[in-house]
């Protein structure tokens, strides 16, 4: 499975940091591919159920939306 640099941990990690006092909204990334998105919503705080979607681009790239 495809790790996440310390970078992109962070990045989620802040995004959790600043909906803190619980309001969720829906965020949008892109990664290079398929494992990627994965390894990216998986990463603590991984989303639950419902809470993500994943497309594939034209380009092979992933838009994934999550709620965060």
Do not use: C, Y
Not at 6 to 14: A, F, G, I, T
Not at 15 to 39: E, F, I, L, S
Not at 46 to 60: F, K, L, M, N
């Amino acid at each position: 499975m495809t790790q996440l640099n310390e970078s992109d941990v962070e990045l989620k990690r802040s995004m959790a940091r600043n909906t803190a006092d619980g309001t969720k909204t829906w965020r949008h990334t892109v990664r290079p591919d398929a494992d990627a998105a994965a390894a990216f919503l998986n990463t603590s705080p991984a989303q639950g159920p419902g809470e993500a979607t994943i497309t594939t681009r034209t380009d092979g790239q992933i838009d994934v939306v999550f709620l965060m």
